[in-house]
C-alpha cells in the first residue's frame, strides 16, 4: 500500500489577535472547532481530495490569543487495497493527519510574529470511522 501526496493548498487563511486576552491567566483550546470533507475522485477510486477547516471563533472573554480560520485542501492517491470501505477509512484518516500538520505549521508561522507569542494547536487524532465521503 501506498500515499502519495500530490499537492495541498491553503485557500482561505485569516488570523486576528484578541484584544481581550489576558496574558497572565492560562487559556484552553476548548474553542477550536474543524470540519473535514472528504471526497473521492469519480475518475479513480483511489485518488482523493480532502478540506480540512481549522477555526477559532473566540469572543473577548474566552481569554484566547488568536481568532482564526484556516482552510487546507490536499489532493492525494492511497493504492494498494482492495477493500474500497478500508481504502477510505485509511486514505481519510491519514490525509487528514498530514493537512492538519500543514496546518499547525502554517498557523504556527502566521503568530510568530503577531501581537501574542506563536499558536502551537494541540495534536488531533483523527479516527478512521469519522469520515462519510462522497464523489467529486
Known sequence: ????LEHYVFPEISVSANKGFDQEKEFTFETIQLKANPQISVNDPEEFLLQLDVWSDAADDDNFPYTFHLSGVIKFSYRG?????ERNKRAFHNGAS??????R??????TSRNVYAPLFLPAWYFKPDDFETSTE
Do not use: R
Open 98 to 103: 498530514m493537512l492538519y500538520a500543514a496546518i
Open 81 to 85: 487495497i482492495e477493500d474500497e470501505a
Open 105 to 110: 505549521e502554517q498557523l504556527v508561522s502566521l
Open 1 to 4: 500500500m501506498s500515499m502519495q
